[in-house]
């Protein structure tokens, strides 16, 4: 059962200032939450923002990666750990920054993994950051939970794609979020249409969308519908997640811009 009453958070690290900590969490795997991620918080930086993200697919993480960040890049100091920084200034904390070698496994059980979830929160010196966002693996897990229990969470940004079974499990996690009594600010529809080129016609190829059902369920409003668009795979693909330009995604831009 999920915890009653409010457990006593860990505490950050007294250097730093974090104004709005937003996980970004999914039912299903693969609807796009790290590249979601990495797009808000490249934006928000363009915004003039401090942001970080912390990693918390701790065994399949993919920030690095997305911003072409290499295996080795965390450094220790005195006060904690340094945080790897992107080209646009983002500050990154992800266990493949820890490892040597971007391919090794990490091969963990549940309370490893949400204890050093705690650490890349409460040991990094995140410094003063407007935003941190948190990258979740997909659903309802050990590390999810951990993460909304044991942060101080602004809000959750909750993405999905048009499958049935996708809006099958972010139910899951609407559950789970609304238990917590956690905010939940919007809802994001990646892959929610490709716009052919030719004639801008929009195909629904994943089906019809189920974002405003969601929304209506997450007490939340759907803050984006963002296209299939093989530019963003292929930049990601290409550590330039901080290069893409999409238009659809600056409502939810806007939204964390909000003060809380
Ligand atoms: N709107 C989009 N258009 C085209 N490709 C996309 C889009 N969004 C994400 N992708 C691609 O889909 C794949 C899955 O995206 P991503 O890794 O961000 O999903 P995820 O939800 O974080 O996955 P996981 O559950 O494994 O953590 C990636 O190859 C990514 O480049
Ligand atoms: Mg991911």
Same mark, same amino acid.
């Given at each position: 059962?999920?915890?009653?009453?409010?457990?006593?958070?860990?505490?950050?690290n007294a250097f730093n200032r974090v104004s709005?900590?937003?996980?970004?969490?999914?039912?299903?795997?693969?609807?796009?939450?790290?590249? @979601?991620?990495?797009?808000?918080?490249?934006?928000?930086?363009?915004?003039?923002?401090? @942001?970080?993200?912390?990693?918390?697919?701790?065994?399949?993480?993919?920030?690095?990666?997305?911003?072409?960040?290499? %295996?080795?890049?965390?450094?220790?100091?005195?006060?904690?750990?340094?945080?790897?920084?992107?080209?646009?200034?983002?500050?990154?904390?992800?266990?493949?920054?820890?490892?040597?070698?971007?391919?090794?496994?990490?091969?963990?059980?549940?309370?490893?993994?949400?204890?050093?979830?705690?650490?890349?929160?409460?040991?990094?010196?995140?410094?003063?950051?407007?935003?941190?966002?948190?990258? &979740?693996?997909?659903?309802?897990?050990?590390?999810?939970?951990?993460?909304?229990?044991?942060?101080?969470?602004?809000?959750?940004?909750?993405?999905?794609?048009?499958?049935?079974?996708?809006?099958?499990?972010?139910?899951? %996690?609407?559950?789970?979020?609304?238990?917590?009594?956690?905010?939940?600010?919007?809802?994001?529809?990646?892959?929610?249409?490709?716009?052919?080129?030719?004639?801008?016609?929009?195909?629904?190829?994943?089906?019809?969308?189920?974002?405003?059902?969601?929304?209506?369920?997450?007490?939340?409003?759907?803050?984006?519908?963002?296209?299939?668009?093989?530019?963003?795979?292929? &930049?990601?693909?290409?550590?330039?997640?901080?290069?893409?330009?999409?238009?659809?995604?600056?409502?939810?831009?806007? &939204?964390?811009?909000?003060? %809380?």
């Amino acid at each position: 059962m999920l915890g009653k009453g409010a457990p006593e958070l860990p505490k950050l690290n007294a250097f730093n200032r974090v104004s709005q900590v937003i996980p970004v969490m999914s039912g299903k795997g693969g609807v796009g939450k790290s590249s @979601v991620t990495a797009m808000l918080a490249a934006n928000l930086a363009r915004r003039g923002q401090k @942001v970080g993200i912390l990693d918390a697919d701790i065994t399949g993480p993919s920030i690095p990666k997305l911003f072409g960040l290499p %295996a080795g890049g965390l450094r220790g100091s005195e006060q904690g750990m340094l945080p790897a920084v992107t080209g646009g200034g983002i500050r990154v904390v992800s266990t493949n920054l820890l490892l040597r070698d971007e391919a090794q496994a990490v091969v963990w059980r549940g309370p490893m993994i949400s204890a050093t979830i705690r650490q890349f929160w409460t040991d990094t010196l995140w410094g003063k950051l407007d935003t941190l966002l948190v990258d &979740l693996p997909p659903g309802t897990s050990d590390a999810a939970l951990g993460v909304l229990q044991n942060l101080p969470v602004t809000g959750v940004v909750l993405v999905t794609t048009p499958q049935d079974l996708a809006a099958l499990v972010v139910r899951k %996690a609407i559950q789970m979020i609304r238990q917590l009594n956690i905010p939940i600010l919007g809802v994001v529809e990646n892959m929610s249409y490709f716009r052919c080129p030719e004639t801008q016609h929009e195909h629904a190829i994943f089906g019809p969308s189920h974002a405003d059902v969601l929304a209506q369920e997450a007490g939340a409003p759907v803050a984006a519908r963002l296209p299939i668009d093989p530019q963003i795979a292929a &930049l990601c693909d290409a550590g330039q997640a901080e290069s893409i330009e999409l238009e659809a995604i600056q409502p939810v831009v806007d &939204l964390l811009l909000q003060p %809380a």
